[in-house]
Antibody, heavy 119, light 108 residues
Framework: EVQLEQSGAEVKKPGESLRISCKTSGYSFTSYWITWVRQMPGKGLEWMGTIAPRDSYTTYNPSFQGHVTFSVDKSVDTAYLQWSSLRASDTAIYYC?????????????WGQGTLVTVS | EIVLTQSPGTLSLSPGEGATLSCRASQSVYRNFLAWYQQRPGQAPKLLIYAASNRAAGLPDRFSGRGSGTDFTLTISRLEPEDFAMYYCQQYGSSPRTFGQGTKLEIK
């Protein structure tokens, strides 16, 4: 069974750094790209970008480029989303999701989400 | 960037009725690479439809997607109580991938 298990809720102050995780299981981690999606409070979904676990090739939405970093650790089948300096506007739920076999861009399996509060 | 506009913003219907949700793109979606998701309160989104008309595994055939180019629809026949939720379309034919703003399907 494909599973994406995300790390728990975080409360941070502006300017602090943060890394949240997405632990995968039930499939070959390096064979499927991972995407990150933001959902601000009471708002819709925003595609942040994708990472290919095999070689860490990344694609960022220009709206997020330079403010977030995607990474993976293949030894533990885990993807990460990190910030070096958080802003209050980063308060949101962040979802990781796995793309299909052809990496065509729609999100087939989703994590449960990580709530990040910056205040 | 392709802008997706969903309509209506809110759709009020009764269980047993049929629903038609619309998603219009600001430019043609490459190869009709359009997906639909359902999101219930407090839950992660769930893939329903990909490539405009292909149902995700295990999805009841009450759900169907159609359309091409710039106009796409999601149809839900015989609404069940669990169908009342938010619905989002997403295009993945060009970067950046973009989502519509969502349609809320609520019980009348």
């Amino acid at each position: 069974e494909v599973q994406l298990e995300q790390s728990g809720a975080e409360v941070k102050k502006p300017g602090e750094s943060l890394r949240i995780s997405c632990k995968t299981s039930g499939y070959s981690f390096t064979s499927y790209w991972i995407t990150w999606v933001r959902q601000m409070p009471g708002k819709g979904l925003e595609w942040m970008g994708t990472i290919a676990p095999r070689d860490s090739y990344t694609t960022y939405n220009p709206s997020f480029q330079g403010h977030v970093t995607f990474s993976v650790d293949k030894s533990v089948d885990t993807a990460y989303l990190q910030w070096s300096s958080l802003r209050a506007s980063d308060t949101a739920i962040y979802y990781c999701a796995r793309l299909p076999a052809d990496n065509s861009g729609y999100a087939y399996f989703w994590g449960q989400g990580t709530l990040v509060t910056v205040s | 960037e392709i802008v997706l506009t969903q309509s209506p913003g809110t759709l009020s219907l009764s269980p047993g009725e049929g629903a038609t949700l619309s998603c219009r793109a600001s430019q043609s979606v490459y190869r009709n690479f359009l997906a639909w998701y359902q999101q219930r309160p407090g839950q992660a989104p769930k893939l329903l439809i990909y490539a405009a008309s292909n149902r995700a595994a295990g999805l009841p055939d009450r759900f169907s997607g159609r359309g091409s180019g710039t106009d796409f629809t999601l149809t839900i026949s015989r609404l069940e109580p669990e169908d009342f939720a938010m619905y989002y379309c997403q295009q993945y034919g060009s970067s950046p991938r973009t989502f519509g703003q969502g349609t809320k399907l609520e019980i009348k």
